[in-house]
């Protein structure tokens, strides 16, 4: 029951990163509230499939959905559609191969994510965290935005790395203990309010620009305005 909680979360943040990154980088052909709505749903379904352990079947319709979804909710061909859903597959992939690496370093068994919810929660939130990490890199360069707009943007990358290097370093340390209910349920919401964290940082910051530029939008449009009555 708590692998299942676990991961209601982990799809929950898949759901904002996916969508995140999507409108960021695509022109919109849905209204914003359809788009929630069709993700949300999505996102219900994988997790859904997830549960039943076919992993096959759960990649398949991964990919088939996020490729469906950003053909029909952005104003995208379905070549770009197909690209994207296969980037998201590849990155998630690679992530999830480096941390298992990560996981049976720190366990010296493979079997103990299946036997250790606070192993599971462990090398599953750091997956996550490189994964967002990763699509953040990418949909920077794809975005093509002005370099004045993103020049303190490489500075939120101190909050994954340094989220990673905590989770590793507590997860080391308590790793010669025996944790109790208590200790576990306290590091699961630690894990899980980190890897939330994280995103609310990249959300906050595009925000705040997409304020600042219409800001700056607006004074220009005063002063050109002034201009006008002055002659």
């Known amino acids: 029951m708590t692998k299942i909680f676990i991961d209601i979360f982990m799809y929950l ?25 069709m993700f949300l749903l999505n996102t219900t379904f994988l997790g859904c499939v997830y549960q039943l352990n076919i992993t096959y079947l759960n990649i398949a319709l991964m990919f088939l959905s996020y490729t469906l979804l950003f053909y029909f909710l952005y104003d995208i061909s379905f070549k770009t559609a197909l690209f994207h859903s296969l980037l ?4 998630m992939f690679a992530t999830e191969i480096i941390t298992s690496i990560i996981g049976v370093a720190f366990f010296d068994d493979f079997n103990a994510l ?14 996550k965290l490189l994964y967002f990490s990763i699509m953040m890199v990418i949909l ?13 943007f490489w500075l939120l990358f101190v909050m994954p790395l340094s989220s ?11 790793y010669q203990i025996t944790l ?34 219409e800001l700056h939008e ?8 002034e201009q006008d009555e002055k002659y």
């Not at 905590?166 to 308590?174: A, E, G, S, V």
């Open 164 to 174: 990673m290097f905590i989770l590793i370093c507590f997860r080391y340390i308590t």
């Open 218 to 225: 607006i004074k220009e449009i005063q002063r050109q305005q």
């Open 140 to 152: 920077k360069f794809l975005a093509q935005k002005e370099s004045t707009d993103n020049k303190f």
């Open 180 to 213: 109790t209910q208590i200790m576990n349920v306290l590091w699961i919401v630690s894990c899980i309010g980190i890897l939330f964290a994280n995103i609310l940082v990249f959300v906050i910051y595009e925000f705040s620009l997409k304020n600042s530029n």
């Open 88 to 91: 998201f597959l590849i990155v």
């Open 114 to 127: 299946e036997k250790n919810i606070s192993a599971y929660v462990f090398v599953t939130v750091i997956s």
């Open 13 to 37: 943040f898949e759901f904002l990163m996916v969508f995140y990154y999507s409108d960021i980088l695509f022109s919109e052909k849905k209204n914003r509230k359809t788009r929630i709505v």
